[in-house]
């Protein structure tokens, strides 16, 4: 089983993979939150492989990641492996301590941590932006070859050093992303400008339901994860965040075109 987070489709895209390589289930974390369910139950299998799939938000896990986990049950685990597979931009940090601690005090033990080196699209601070479309390119031809090697890795039990921790990452893991985790949940600078078409998708695809629709245009309660999903992408660029993004750039992975948001998938769907 794959659990999986994301915001702009780097994340659900190597799920996908390895969901299609390991012949495993996608199971939709920002989905499975929104049902309010009071226990996060699922059945293993004795030959699951169970993988969490998701993007670094600031050298941590997806706050939505943590959360799930915090009420995660899995029913007939039986020292089945678990793997972490993250994607970020540049670095992780000590996102794959964090996440094994997460994990541990569910006494579901952590096997092995990967991560893939995806696109930026982190824009909503100042000196923060996507990659230029050489280096947008690049990171996304070269992710096939390094999401082969985590399905070898898995398939062979070898431990290969499949993780870019990167540079500072005490500093980055134990400091800076508590202080996200804490900020990145409550008020946010989100608006959409006149050039918005009232077309609904950013309320569509929101993975918390931040967004509502008011008088044809969007508005953002206090429940925001910074996901920025919304931003990237609106058809008409008609979100931005305070005053910081109006020259920025927008990404999201190619082919999370159609996707209008988090859904659980099995390895046989049709529109995989
Ligand atoms: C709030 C936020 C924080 C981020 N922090 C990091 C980071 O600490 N290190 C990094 O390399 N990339 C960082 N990124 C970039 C994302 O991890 C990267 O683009 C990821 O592949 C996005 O996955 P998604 O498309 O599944 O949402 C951050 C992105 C966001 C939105
Ligand atoms: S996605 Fe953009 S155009 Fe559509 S409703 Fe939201 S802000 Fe308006
Ligand atoms: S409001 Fe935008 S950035 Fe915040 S959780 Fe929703 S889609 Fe993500």
Redo the contacts with the bound molecule.
């Keep these: 089983m794959i659990f999986y ?10 799920a996908k993979v390895l969901g299609e390589a390991l012949g495993e289930p996608l199971v939709s974390i920002a989905d499975e939150l929104r049902k309010e369910a009071e226990d996060l139950t699922y059945p293993v299998r004795p030959d699951e492989k169970i993988l969490f799939v ?7 896990p ?1 706050v939505l990641v943590s959360r799930f986990i915090s009420r995660l049950t899995l029913n007939g685990y039986a020292e089945q492996p678990v793997y972490s597979v ?8 000590y ?1 794959d301590r964090l996440i094994r601690k997460a994990l541990g005090k569910r006494a579901i033990p952590l096997t092995a941590a990967y991560s ?7 824009i ?1 601070l100042p000196g923060f932006n996507v990659d230029s479309k050489e280096v947008e390119e690049r990171k996304l031809q070269e992710a096939p070859a390094r999401v082969d090697g985590i399905v070898e890795a898995i398939r062979t039990h070898r431990q290969e050093a499949l993780y870019h921790t ?1 540079s500072m990452p005490g500093l ?1 893991s134990r400091c800076v ?1 508590p202080l ?1 985790a804490h900020l ?1 949940i409550g008020r946010n600078a989100f608006r959409a400008t006149d050039a918005c078409i009232s077309c609904g998708l950013c309320e569509r695809i929101c993975p918390t339901g931040t967004i509502r629709m008011q008088d044809g245009k969007p508005v953002w309660a206090n429940t925001c994860v ?4 919304c931003i990237h992408r609106c058809p008409v660029r008609a979100i931005e965040y305070g005053k910081e993004t109006l020259k920025k750039g927008r ?3 190619p082919d ?1 075109q159609n996707q209008t948001r988090n859904r659980n998938h099995r390895p046989s769907d049709p529109d995989r």
């Design positions: 987070f994301t915001g702009t489709g780097n994340s659900l895209w190597v998701y993007p670094v938000h600031s050298w941590g997806a993250s994607t970020c931009g540049d670095e992780c940090g996102t893939v080196i995806m696109p930026n699209n982190y909503l990167g980055k992303y996200f990145a910074q996901c920025v999903a990404y999201h992975h999370h």
